[in-house]
T-cell receptor, first 115, second 114 residues
């Protein structure tokens, strides 16, 4: 079984400041990793993903995340946030091999960008 | 445009009643999923279906039932046995079961018990 921990339930930050949203996972098998974003009363949108290759992955809107296998982490970072980044962010994993073939999510981190 | 349609957007249920949430996709995806979202708990898997006429329980299946009679439809029934059904429910699909990405999510149904 897999589990995902997002320790920070809320992260307030000022506009143009850097931000890091933390994600740690636990799994007995190798996993694929994802970050999803959710705006109020909407579904989830994929922000970025790690499937293989370079451990540093980037999104088109300036977010990046680095897969650290030894620390079982996949933290999300942005060097300068905008008001429009205010949303809830979910880290998720899915096992690479057989087993339950569905995403397992963390509890989410609400990013609040203040002017 | 292809996508997932969840209806209704808002649903009110009296205690003791069963209600059914609709999820329809026109993406020709094999696999479909139901998640429940509560504040501070993230998304938890209720049921998923890898193919028509097949489905598996997720982490919190008690008090819920599903069917998958058609490829494009995966309705979720919240029964009276579900003790605390007030939540936001999200449906998702992927082209094939076990695909690591390619998830498409619906816009959700907010269920409130009155």
């Amino acid at each position: 079984a897999q589990s995902v921990t997002q320790l920070d339930s809320q992260v307030p930050v000022f506009e143009e400041a850097p931000v890091e949203l933390r994600c740690n996972y636990s799994s007995s098998v190798s996993v694929y990793l994802f970050w999803y974003v959710q705006y109020p009363n909407q579904g989830l949108q994929l922000l970025l993903k790690y499937l293989s290759g370079s451990t540093l992955v980037e999104s088109i809107n300036g977010f990046e995340a680095e897969f650290n296998k030894s620390q079982t982490s996949f933290h999300l970072r942005k060097p300068s946030v905008h008001i429009s980044d205010t949303a809830e962010y979910f880290c998720a994993v899915i096992p690479m091999d057989t087993g339950r073939r569905a995403l397992t999510f963390g509890s989410g981190t609400r990013l609040q960008v203040q002017p | 445009d292809g996508g997932i349609t969840q209806s209704p957007k808002y649903l009110f249920r009296k205690e003791g009643q069963n209600v059914t949430l609709s999820c329809e996709q026109n993406l020709n995806h094999d696999a479909m999923y139901w998640y429940r979202q509560d504040p501070g708990q993230g998304l938890r898997l209720i049921y998923y279906s890898q193919i028509v006429n097949d489905f598996q329980k997720g982490d919190i299946a008690e008090g819920y039932s599903v069917s998958r009679e058609k490829k494009e439809s995966f309705p979720l029934t919240v029964t009276s046995a579900q003790k605390n059904p007030t939540a936001f429910y999200l449906c998702a699909s992927t082209p094939r079961a076990g695909m690591p990405d390619g998830y498409t999510f619906g816009s959700g149904t907010r269920l409130t018990v009155v």
